[in-house]
């Protein structure tokens, strides 16, 4: 980082110690936890449940803290974890200092840290999220000399008591000002803290989906993040959505996640935006158009989509979700500016035109290098979605395009360039595969492909099977079916899943 950007940064622990946050030593913690006062230490781990835990710890003595940020503190596993057996659950959580920042929601000065697991002999834990998704990332360096980032499009419900005055119009909260959106001013505080909590926020927006429901109004909301190493990715979507949780909680609203609300309304995703760099150049483009290494990439996920699902898509609301004629994917395809697809390659800068020149006449040409945007975007996703296995199935996909014989052809076949759910393509739509339309079909599509996700040692089959099994406790084969037509069932099975995630 360059000296303004450090000045400019939104996180106080990066604003007093001047360096970037890749930098943190034990050091410069205990500096910050003295010069500013800091009462207590917070170390948060994700859970198997896709949640965020806390251990609180009281910081009296230098002394203890040099040895909790060297030692960390020991956790009991088997509740922590499914595959975990009570008889030998004993687990280490180390601090990772490059993750410290200043908790907003506490009363008493508070440094709070990301952890890593570490296994009875000082070895970093094979199933837990974290270092799952720090393998998947080594591994496409290994194969590709490539590095790998991602940033997700994180969509969530605010709900609040009805007011009448400037209501908004039912599914078309898109982009909505003030005061036909009440949540904005809510949006931006949480904005403000998860960049104070080092989030790299692309920006926020209100979204489509607004509606009446029993008394309350639901109003959709999005907030985008940049592109940053992927492990970084998982991080800050993980921390965004505890601060937007608990911000809400602080002003009496309530947030969902949930893939899906109630029937015949926009549900929320999490659309994951990915792309490719060596040595700081974007690699999705070449001559302004899809690179070879970019369609590699995009054919890697088109083999494994179904399976993606086992990650990214985590309850059997789900797959209510995951129908036509709602903005989300139902089929394995994918194309350039399209919604229909599961795979979409965002509009670009590449024509080559300064724009912003353009638009202001006394600017100077720019020689900004626009390809740096260029992304593509998985858009099976949803806020279910367990954020560490997602990115960690997304980075093996990509790097699986690579390691394919195939690959060009494949994402020849599966490009398509119309609305698949026009009945004018129904011709194009029967040669498409379908994405699973349960938990269990989306196990069944993890235990056929498993194999690819256990190369190179990123998925320990521990971890396969207990997601497998996790998937198949639904019991929900048949449940899309079923209660498809029974608003009833759906509202019971939505209220079930509600804080999912």
Not at 130 to 158: I, N
Not at 172 to 191: I, L, Q, V
Not at 278 to 307: F, W, Y
Not at 314 to 325: D, G, M, Q
Request: a negative charge; charged letters at 20%; hydrophobic letters at 40%.
């Amino acid at each position: 980082m360059k000296n303004e950007e450090l000045m400019m940064n939104a996180n106080p622990v990066v604003a007093f110690l001047q360096k970037p946050p890749q930098t943190f030593t034990k050091a410069d913690i205990i500096s910050f936890v003295r010069e500013n006062d800091i009462k207590m230490v917070n170390f948060m781990y994700p859970g198997g449940d896709g949640k965020l835990k806390t251990l609180n710890f009281v910081i009296t003595n230098l002394a203890y803290l040099d040895t909790i940020l060297t030692c960390g503190e020991r956790v009991d596993g088997s509740s922590l974890f499914s595959f975990i057996q009570a008889g030998s659950s004993d687990l280490y959580v180390l601090p990772r200092f490059s993750t410290a920042f200043v908790d907003p929601f506490a009363e008493i000065p508070t440094l709070t840290m990301l952890c890593s697991y570490f296994d009875k002999d000082g070895n970093p834990l094979e199933s837990s999220p974290e270092h799952t998704l720090r393998k998947a990332a080594q591994a496409f360096r290994d194969v590709t000399g490539m590095e790998f980032q991602a940033m997700g499009e994180l969509e969530y419900y605010v709900i609040d008591d009805d007011e009448e005055v400037f209501p908004a119009i039912d599914q078309h909260g898109y982009h909505e000002s003030a005061p036909y959106a009440k949540t904005n001013e809510f949006r931006k505080r949480c904005m403000l803290y998860i960049a104070q909590a080092g989030g790299q926020i692309k920006y926020g927006h209100s979204e489509v989906g607004n509606f009446k429901l029993g008394g309350r109004v639901f109003e959709q909301n999005e907030i985008e993040f940049l592109p940053v190493p992927v492990e970084q990715a998982a991080d800050q979507l993980m921390l965004a959505k505890w601060i937007i949780r608990n911000l809400a909680w602080e002003e009496g609203y309530n947030v969902t996640f949930a893939p899906k609300i109630t029937t015949g309304k926009a549900g929320s995703g999490l659309h994951i935006h990915m792309r490719m760099l060596k040595d700081g150049r974007n690699q999705m483009l070449t001559a302004g158009v899809l690179s070879e290494a970019a369609r590699k990439m995009i054919a890697g996920m088109m083999e494994l989509a179904p399976s993606i699902t086992a990650f990214g898509n985590k309850n059997p609301t789900s797959y209510f979700r995951l129908v036509p004629h709602q903005e989300a994917p139902t089929n394995v395809c994918w194309g350039d500016r399209n919604r229909s697809v599961l795979v979409r390659v965002p509009l670009g800068w590449a024509a080559n035109v300064d724009m912003c020149q353009k638009a202001n006449p006394n600017e100077l040409r720019s020689d900004y290098d626009t390809s740096i945007k260029q992304t593509v975007e998985m858009r099976s996703p949803d806020g279910s979605a367990d954020l560490y296995q997602l990115l960690a199935g997304l980075c093996v996909a990509c790097r699986h395009g690579f390691e394919m014989h195939n690959a060009l052809q494949l994402a020849e076949q599966t490009y398509v360039n119309v609305n698949i759910h026009d009945a004018a393509n129904a011709d194009r739509l029967a040669q498409l595969q379908q994405l699973p339309d349960s938990c269990e079909a989306s196990a069944d599509c993890l235990e056929r492909q498993r194999k690819v996700f256990e190369e190179h040692g990123v998925f320990s089959p521990a971890m396969i099977d207990g997601i497998i099994a996790q998937l198949r406790a639904y019991h929900d084969r048949t449940l899309r079916h079923d209660i498809q037509n029974d608003e009833n069932a759906i509202q019971q099975l939505v209220n079930e899943y509600f804080h999912c995630g």
